[in-house]
């Protein structure tokens, strides 16, 4: 819902939409849970949560230990990208604390960082001489204490801190009382040049108290403290700027029996933001992009095979809607208005998506039938710019398409009246309701006559793909011999590489 006091105008009223993109949810480091809505844990709580669990629930300690791991490494790719934070050191403690960072560098050497491990106190029991065995196999190095640099900063951008979790009591012995020492020294480094190196405690920063946290004000100060389960009671003093929780297995009992308060984790997320999200300097935000170039000769001869080339990469890579571009569109007035919308068919004449005829970028087509479409694919480096003309697609094409969508996407097309102002979303659901209730028994639902297609014919490609040093790759593909206003040729496609 929306709350607080709104300028008439800067808030008309509810625009009624079922059009659009739908479902493009966001990465898991944006979604916040407020701490101040979490439900905290002592130890005694939190040792009998682990007791239920691999008690008459089931679990096993390793799959405990393997879903903690993986929300951990998780929770750090969210934040620290291996392009920026490559090298990560995991010092590993001789409990379940440190299995879990055995497991978290695992994932994170899979995830394409550089994991080393401090493990000075092996367990011989199997379940951990396997973790160990694990990780030599994929080649990662096992560093003794004395081997370590006096200055962790030197030779690794992440320190996870694995050493103890909420089980542990007392003052920690040797060698971790010097190990926590060089944690200590990293707290004090002077960041303000380069973020480096990051500290990352598992459920407890080594130690704190579980329940009262840093209690002499001389303890380790993590950049990102990861809970597991639940947050431990000492969570409430972390001062640093990312706090998640993670280990997405607590089953509905035993959040009845504590009445535990747990965020929702967004998608197939692993772990879940806790907390808000810091202050960002926007100005600083910035990408080194790593790709392989995108040299004249390699491009397809036909801008079209060029762009389904990309898109399938995209597919196949598993992007999110790939499918996703920002349609841009004017009418007469020469005001600019973009919106996001999903391709829906791509061929020799044009790309096309389907939207309500009463919208506001359907009224500017009728008023200037030309528009831009932009694809961006973050996770290949590259968007492609299209520009050219818009006309309807033939009402048997939309037709056609319209009765090949999901039932609740057609009842939805029919209750939506794009970019009109209604008197609420119970306004809408009413009207969705009523149009689902006629139409229960399975007939055939009509195709709104305010309702169908557009296809752009292009006159104009962009293809630009993401480069080092902002020195990126463009290649300019357009037609050269323009036959009318709503078609065009391409008597052969150039490519023009430039700096950007």
Not at 187 to 198: M, Y
Not at 394 to 420: D, M, T, V
């Amino acid at each position: 819902g929306l709350s607080g006091s709104v300028s008439r105008s800067s808030f008309r009223g509810f625009c009624s939409s079922f059009g659009g993109v739908r479902g493009m949810a966001s990465r898991a480091g944006f979604s916040t849970q407020s701490s101040d809505s979490i439900s905290y844990l002592s130890q005694k709580e939190a040792a009998e949560i682990d007791e239920i669990l691999m008690g008459p629930l089931g679990f096993s300690v390793d799959q405990l230990m393997e879903l903690a791991g993986l929300s951990v490494a998780a929770a750090i790719a969210e934040v620290y990208r291996p392009s920026d934070y490559s090298r990560v050191l995991a010092i590993c403690g001789p409990g379940n604390n440190g299995g879990d960072g055995l497991v978290a560098a695992r994932h994170l050497h899979h995830f394409g960082y550089t994991p080393f491990i401090c493990y000075p106190k092996r367990t011989a029991k199997p379940l951990y001489t396997g973790l160990v065995t694990q990780l030599e196999s994929l080649g990662v190095p096992f560093v003794p204490v004395e081997d370590l640099p006096a200055d962790l900063s030197n030779e690794f951008d992440i320190v996870v801190d694995a050493m103890f979790g909420f089980s542990f009591s007392g003052t920690p012995r040797p060698p971790f009382d010097e190990l926590i020492q060089r944690l200590l020294s990293l707290g004090n480094h002077d960041k303000t040049q380069k973020e480096l190196p990051i500290i990352v405690s598992i459920d407890i920063p080594s130690g704190w108290h579980v329940e009262e946290g840093d209690t002499t004000g001389e303890g380790i100060k993590p950049d990102m403290l990861v809970s597991l389960t639940a947050p431990k009671l000492c969570a409430k003093k972390f001062c640093g700027p990312h706090h998640f929780l993670g280990g997405r297995f607590v089953p509905p009992s035993i959040v009845h029996k504590y009445k535990l308060q747990l965020p929702p984790y967004p998608g197939s997320s692993m772990c879940v933001r806790i907390g808000k999200v810091p202050n960002i300097d926007i100005s600083a935000l910035r990408e080194n992009y790593i790709s392989p170039e995108f040299r004249e000769e390699e491009v397809e001869a036909d801008p079209f095979d060029q762009f389904r080339k990309w898109f399938h990469n995209a597919v196949a890579v598993g992007l999110k809607e790939p499918n996703a571009m920002a349609l841009s569109t004017s009418g007469k007035d020469g005001k600019l208005s973009s919106r996001m919308v999903l391709l829906k068919g791509v061929d020799k004449d044009g790309f096309v998506w389907y939207t309500n005829y009463e919208s506001r970028k359907a009224r500017e087509l009728s008023e200037n039938p030309c528009a831009s479409l932009l694809f961006y694919w973050d996770g290949l480096n590259r968007q492609v710019r299209v520009e050219g003309s818009v006309q309807k697609v033939s009402g048997e094409e939309s037709e056609q398409y319209f009765h090949s969508r999901p039932r609740g996407s057609q009842i939805g097309a029919l209750a939506s009246k794009q970019s009109s102002v209604i008197a609420g979303r119970d306004v809408l659901r009413q009207e969705y309701k009523e149009l689902e209730a006629k139409f229960s028994h399975g007939s055939s639902i009509p195709k709104p006559k305010h309702w169908g297609g557009y296809r752009l014919k292009p006159v104009f490609f962009e293809f630009w793909q993401g480069q080092e040093s902002r020195l990126h790759d463009r290649g300019i593909l357009h037609s050269v011999m323009p036959i009318a206003h709503d078609s065009y040729a391409f008597s052969h496609a150039s490519l023009v590489s430039c700096l950007s």
